[in-house]
């Protein structure tokens, strides 16, 4: 293999099989007399992509796409039914913090024990110690056993380990998502270590920013197949597009389309479609709507998810006591969100129009307009900067 | 850091090559010893006695046996606690070693399926911890040893590295076996147990082998059938290594007073195992690649 790529994933393809009845037991299968009937299921069709060394490899797309699988089949996890996968280097998989974390032992017991298994030696582990302590912010309760921490303390003990090993090719598994805010920018910082000294990283995710923030490359997926791949910018509108398409949702169902939501723009301050903002910075949602059918006072709803598909956000042109009257053929309605108030992360936009009764559904797009909150990872928050010059 | 290597990975199970294997495994050393000392520290966490229970485990044993046999169905062997504990050590090593290597894959589920690291490991940790709980054990019959003023070293002692290394030889053959089936079949884990009473019992443990060899026991073809239990085998000498230096009558009750006779037959049960092991390896390896996606 030469020198030009760190993983090579040439034509993978995985099925897994899905057994109705599996037989886990003798018994059955020998009453059965032949091969239980199986369900063939492919998480993954063809994907192919080569990531030089020392690059970031995002790894984007809906859940059940086939993103982890496709992440055990490079960390030596899983087998590709088809095709091959090549690396070269040491790997370390964070497929989930402090997995083989044992809840009997104490948190300094499981570094140790974790830290061998991701690939560290004693003496390595020993040198590390304090820091790995020290990153997850533990100190009083390393010699806690672990069923004792909170799921926070697990999840930073669980990545100041990772972190620490020293792996040729890092794959990381949605794991920064979990965690404070505070200690997510830690683990970003840390990242971006990792990448300066030269470590090849797969990285999946749901939150677009931290691909663009991040990755000089990326791979969508969809339904185990390659969408995109390449260019991020490239593959970042392509899952958007897919996000848009997949319209799921009771309320969606039920919507009579009387009033139809024709478009969708997320706007900065500065009236630029842009769907990233800062904490704090504002954030405008321009809907336009189109009436098949005259219908009097309808209210149009915005909401907001966040990844754990909880609200976080909801307002109506109702309660915001604006009406709309008597609604024939097109019109824009634009909800200026003055400050938005959310930590860092991926949200999703809901908008949705009802009659006043709350009786009829109209058109509900449910979390269909993904946005970030971002903060600039090295430099805190993102300050607005105009420059003027004088000519004195 | 280690020097940089190419891994290729297709849908062809790998195939074994046990020195490069074995070269493998040696290099993750520190994990097997970690999961080793999980285990322990995990089984006597949150319990008062700790590693005491260890020993214990014997010594209750001991006196449920003793009783048994010395007030229900009276024997006549000399020194019996020394004589059971000298082949029901042994025994324990063999039947935790091989049902905690069958159920190794899957109580280390959430490992396979989170990390990848040569899953030979999970049950090898199993049977070095079983070891070590062996260890502890044979302190309690020193103990006794001591107690009853028999010697400690005597001719037959050397017979007891040779022993205890073929029985660890025979537990991983057997269990990477039983290991890679009960992923699959579940039921394997309760086979497993079944089979481990019918083998204690056709075991010379808690009943003299003479019993059984003697002119009032099995005819010739079940003496053969009987002495072609590796495990029959393994226990004799262990029973010669530590018992046999107690007393005449306690060597007598043994099969062959010399040393050659265990001698050659731990080789034998050695020759077996490694051609036992050289399928279950086999089969273990190849399969290893599928354990995450069954579990």
């Not at chain 1, 912010?137 to 697990?154: A, C, H, L, T």
Request: glycine share 8%; charged share 20%; with cysteine.
């Amino acid at each position: 293999m030469d020198g030009q790529r760190a993983i090579a994933v040439e034509d993978v393809s995985k099925r897994f099989r899905l057994y109705h009845e599996r037989p886990s037991s003798l018994k059955e299968r020998v009453l059965r007399f032949r091969r239980p009937r199986a369900e063939e299921f492919w998480a993954l069709r063809d994907v192919g992509f080569e990531v030089p060394p020392g690059k970031t490899w995002g790894l984007v797309g809906p859940n059940g796409s086939g993103k982890t699988t496709l992440l055990k089949i490079i960390g030596g996890i899983l087998r590709p039914t088809h095709g091959t996968v090549t690396t070269r280097g040491r790997i370390a998989a964070l497929l989930e913090l402090g997995a083989g974390f044992h809840p009997e032992l104490t948190g300094r017991e499981n570094v140790y024990l974790n830290a061998s298994i991701l690939g560290l030696s004693k003496q390595e582990t020993d040198r590390y110690f304090d820091d790995i302590v020290a990153f997850a912010e533990i100190e009083d309760f390393i010699d806690n056993q672990v069923k004792f921490y909170s799921s926070g303390m697990f999840v930073r003990l669980g990545f100041a380990v990772a972190v620490h090993v020293d792996p040729e090719i890092l794959l990381i598994d949605e794991v920064l998502a979990v965690g404070d805010e505070g200690f997510q920018k830690k683990c970003l910082d840390r990242v971006g270590e990792m990448q300066k000294e030269g470590r090849t990283i797969v990285f999946v995710t749901h939150a677009m920013a931290f691909v663009q923030q991040i990755c000089d490359s990326a791979t969508l997926l969809d339904s185990g197949r390659m969408r995109a791949s390449g260019d991020t910018e490239q593959v970042i509108r392509e899952f958007r597009a897919v996000m848009a398409r997949r319209r799921t949702g009771l309320t969606e169902e039920a919507a009579t389309r009387e009033v139809e939501i024709a478009d969708v723009d997320l706007l900065d301050g500065k009236g630029r479609p842009n769907s990233m903002v800062a904490p704090g910075q504002s954030l405008s949602v321009q809907i336009e709507l189109h009436a098949n059918r005259p219908v009097d006072d309808p209210i149009v709803v915005v909401g907001i998810h966040n990844v754990r598909d909880e609200w976080v956000f909801t307002s109506d042109t109702e309660r915001l006591e604006v009406k709309l009257g008597r609604l024939e053929g097109k019109l824009r309605v634009t909800f200026d969100l003055k400050a938005i108030p959310l930590l860092e992360g991926q949200y999703f936009l809901t908008i949705g129009v009802r009659d006043r009764a709350n009786e009829v559904v109209y058109d509900w797009h449910n979390r269909q307009y993904p946005f970030d909150v971002i903060r600039n990872v090295k430099g805190g928050l993102v300050i607005p900067v105009d420059v003027r010059t004088e000519r004195l | 850091m280690s020097a940089t290597e190419t891994v290729v990975r297709t849908n062809d199970p790998p195939r074994l090559r046990p020195f490069k294997r074995l070269a493998e495994l040696w290099r993750n050393r520190e994990i097997l010893g970690n999961l080793a000392r999980k285990e322990l520290r995990v089984r006597y966490k949150s319990t008062v006695l700790g590693v005491a229970w260890s020993m214990l485990n014997p010594l209750l044993y001991l006196v449920v046996f003793y009783v048994v046999f010395t007030f229900f169905l009276p024997n006549a062997i000399p020194d019996f606690p020394i004589y059971l504990l000298s082949g029901l050590l042994p025994w324990t090593l063999f039947s935790s070693g091989l049902s905690g290597a069958t159920t190794s894959i899957l109580s280390g589920g959430n490992l396979v399926t989170k990390v990848a690291f040569p899953h030979e490991l999970l049950p090898l940790a199993t049977v070095r911890a079983q070891t070590v709980n062996f260890g502890f054990q044979l302190i309690v019959l020193v103990g006794f040893l001591i107690a009853f003023g028999h010697p400690l070293f005597h001719r037959g002692v050397i017979l007891l590295p040779l022993a205890l290394g073929v029985l660890l030889l025979f537990i991983v053959a057997l269990g990477f076996a039983t290991a890679t089936w009960n992923v699959r079949y579940r039921d394997t884990g309760h086979l497993v147990e079944l089979a481990l009473l019918m083998w204690f019992w056709s075991t010379p443990i808690v009943y003299p082998a003479a019993t059984v060899l003697g002119p009032d026991g099995l005819g010739s073809l079940g003496r053969t059938l009987y002495l072609l239990n590796p495990l029959t085998n393994v226990v004799l000498a262990f029973q010669r290594g530590i018992y046999g230096g107690t007393s005449e009558e306690g060597l007598d009750l043994l099969p062959a007073p010399g040393l050659r006779w265990y001698g050659f037959r731990l080789l034998a049960v050695g020759a077996v195992s490694l051609g036992i092991l050289a399928l279950s390896w086999r089969l273990f390896y190849r399969r290893s690649g599928d354990f995450a996606e069954e579990l």
